[in-house]
């Protein structure tokens, strides 16, 4: 079998669902897992964002004219999602969670691949 590195960040999120579902008892629960969440598309206001970090911070410098060259490859999908998907989401998921059978955990892994 393979030795497999995680990345420590993907460890400590698949440590802590294992703990939850473990641990949970009756307790209906969702994981809403998104990828890099960057400015909203549509709602409240199409480019709204709270912090400007993480995928924002580059897309500001860039458009600032900070950023002037970033290395990588023309086919390199950058997995983002807007803010407002996560948020329509995690609203979606109320009612399953809520309708749920106690042995049941749902994941929902958010992404939209986007070419940069």
Known sequence: MAHVRMHACTYTH????????????????????????????????????????AAAAVVLSALLGILKFMPGSPDVVADIVPVDFVVN????????????VCEMCLLYRETQRVRS
């Not at 698949?14 to 400015?39: D, E, W, Y």
């Not at 989401?89 to 749920?100: F, K, R, S």
């Open 89 to 100: 989401t995690i609203l979606a998921a109320i009612p399953a969670v809520m309708n749920q």
């Open 14 to 53: 698949i440590f802590m669902q294992q703990l939850l579902v473990k641990n949970r008892g009756t307790v209906p629960l969702c994981i809403v897992r998104p990828s890099i969440v960057t400015a909203a598309l549509r709602e409240p206001e199409p480019g709204w964002i709270d912090a400007v970090s």
